[in-house]
């Protein structure tokens, strides 16, 4: 029976690359290997409890993470990479979506994580009213105008009747 099941490294992805440009504007590259059973169980006891929170709608009166347990969180999720990525002195912003994209790597998928790297929007979350605003409008052909003229009125009326109604509205 064991040789009915592929061995894990077929499928299994052991580690991100992720491409970010330093303070000097130079881009390295960042490997991100899969985290140690113990923190991964850590990385997935600490997001379900922030899901459970954010799903009650109202934000908690204490923060869900101290400061460091935030920092050990973003270790336990970029490994190695977490000194790295500060020895060169990555910016922030670079660095929380970097240690992000990690954790939604660690916690779903890497399908889910590339996405989040690509939008920078949580998986399944409608986008803000500025991106919305931005986006593209979606048009069909039924949107797209005819190249066929309208067929005039067969109604009997003339072109230059008067149009019917009281004081200055329009007929309806």
Not at 34 to 55: F, K, Q, Y
Not at 117 to 128: D, H, L, M, S, V
Not at 146 to 157: C, E, H, M
Request: overall charge neutral.
């Amino acid at each position: 029976m064991a040789g009915t099941f592929e061995p894990l490294d077929n499928f299994l992805d052991d580690y991100l690359e992720l491409p970010v440009v330093g303070r000097d504007g130079v881009e390295r590259m960042y490997r991100i290997e899969d985290p140690s059973a113990e923190d991964g169980i850590r990385i997935e006891r600490i997001t379900s409890l922030a899901a459970r929170l954010a799903a009650g709608g109202s934000a908690p009166e204490t923060p869900v993470l101290n400061d460091d347990e935030e920092r050990d969180l973003y270790r336990m999720c970029l490994g190695d990479a977490y000194d790295a990525l500060l020895a060169d002195g990555v910016r922030w912003s670079r660095f929380k979506h970097v240690a992000l994209t990690a954790m939604f790597w660690v916690t779903t998928d890497k399908d889910t994580a590339r996405e989040f790297w690509k939008t920078g929007q949580q998986p399944g979350k409608a986008p803000n009213r500025a991106a919305r605003r931005q986006a593209k409008p979606r048009t069909s052909e039924s949107d797209a105008g005819s190249t066929t003229p309208s067929q005039g009125s067969t109604s009997g009326t003339r072109a230059g009747s008067q149009r019917r109604g009281g004081r200055g509205r329009p007929h309806r």
